[in-house]
């Protein structure tokens, strides 16, 4: 079973749309949260961290669920410059505190 | 600022030579990361070193060695390259539990 499992893709929305990506975790023991941006042939940057709390950052809002292992990312207002794949990290602190990386989901935001 | 610099940015190799992928943070640092990125997939982890002189293998080390005689440098080597090793690779370096990890702008490499 994969550590880090999201949906696929492609999501492709209109301008303007709000779109929602989701995501699970097998590790219990996951103790941060991420979620990472990746442009195509480019590295991966940081879009927020997901705080238990839930927490938000302009049109980006993370939601994270840990009794069911489940992180949320929901864009709103979507523009053509969110087109991208959207990393779902998580890290715990074995492998030095490496991230887990899911396969990422693709999005197309259209005119 | 440059933060963690990997070089070379492209290479080609034939199947059973070897080179090295350097990487430098100057962010100082203690952890440092190398991940490999396969076409439409995540990314797994190599290695990973917890400082200088220590280093450990990740999910994916078969093939590759490290070392880290500097807090500074992490090298990746690769021994007898085959075509299974082409792939983008990605350096990386963070602080430590909860910190933000930065990326390198990748090595591509294609063996064949």
């Known amino acids: 079973r994969k550590e880090v499992e999201q949906d696929p893709g492609p999501f492709n929305v209109p301008e303007g749309a709000t779109v929602a990506f989701n995501c699970t975790y097998s590790?219990?023991?996951?103790?941060?949260f991420f979620w990472y941006r990746q442009d195509c042939r480019k590295e991966p940057k940081l879009l927020m961290s997901v705080y238990s709390s839930g927490n938000e950052d302009g049109r980006f809002t993370a939601q994270l669920n840990r009794a069911s292992q489940y992180i949320s990312l929901l864009i709103r207002d979507s523009k053509l410059s969110d087109s991208a794949t959207y990393l779902c990290?998580?890290?715990?602190?074995?492998?030095?505190?490496?991230?887990?990386f899911g396969k990422g989901t693709s999005l197309l935001v259209t005119p | 600022n440059a933060g963690v610099t990997q070089t070379p940015k492209f290479r080609i190799l034939k199947i059973g030579q070897s080179m090295t992928l350097q990487c430098t943070q100057d962010?100082?640092?203690?952890?440092m990361y190398w991940y490999r990125q396969d076409p439409g997939m995540g990314l797994k982890l190599i290695y990973y070193?917890?400082?200088?002189?220590?280093?450990d293998k990740g999910e994916v080390p078969n093939g590759y060695n490290v070392s880290r005689s500097t807090t500074e440098d992490f090298p990746l080597r690769l021994e007898l390259a085959a075509p299974s090793q082409t792939s983008v690779y990605f350096c990386?370096?963070?602080?430590?539990?909860?910190?933000?990890?930065?990326f390198g702008e990748g090595s591509w490499l294609t063996v064949v």
């Open positions: 962010m100082n640092h203690n952890y």
């Open positions: 590790n219990s023991a996951s103790q941060s």
């Open positions: 990290v998580v890290s715990d602190s074995n492998s030095g505190y490496a991230l887990n």
């Open positions: 990386a370096a963070g602080g430590s539990s909860g910190n933000t990890i930065y």
């Open positions: 070193s917890v400082g200088a002189g220590i280093t």
